[in-house]
């Protein structure tokens, strides 16, 4: 069974950025669609970044322009960068395959982001 870890989150002042890594063990994950979703206090975990195994994405509305997901499928690594960062960014984010339309497998710790001056 594959497993995720997250890591890169921190502190970061509003209009800065950080990138946020996955690694994937246990299982080769360049089959997968993967996704990146976040959890703020008190809120649903939510998708806000899909990247196919080829590379193509989507993303929320309220990310588009600002997150870009990218993947080294040889490393099993999934990236997400995070531009022009605003304080209601600030969630635990984790990574997860999607599969059957939605998340499927066990979820990581998460790494969590603050957007905060």
């Known amino acids: 069974q594959v497993q995720f870890v997250e890591s890169g989150g921190g502190l970061v002042q509003p209009g800065g950025s950080v990138r946020l890594s996955c690694t994937a063990s246990?299982?080769?994950?360049?089959?997968?669609?993967m996704g990146w979703y976040r959890q703020a206090p008190g809120k649903q975990r939510d998708l806000v970044a899909s990247?196919?195994?080829?590379?193509?994405?989507n993303y929320a509305d309220s990310v588009k322009g600002r997150f870009a997901a990218s993947r080294d499928n040889a490393k099993n690594v999934l990236y997400l960068q995070m531009n022009s960062l605003k304080p209601e960014d600030t969630a635990v984010y984790y990574c997860?395959?999607?599969?059957?339309?939605?998340?499927?497998?066990?979820w990581g710790q998460g790494t969590q982001v603050t957007v905060s001056s």
């Open positions: 246990g299982s080769v994950f360049s089959g997968y669609l």
């Open positions: 990247i196919t195994p080829g590379g193509n994405t």
């Open positions: 997860m395959r999607i599969r059957f339309g939605g998340p499927f497998g066990s």
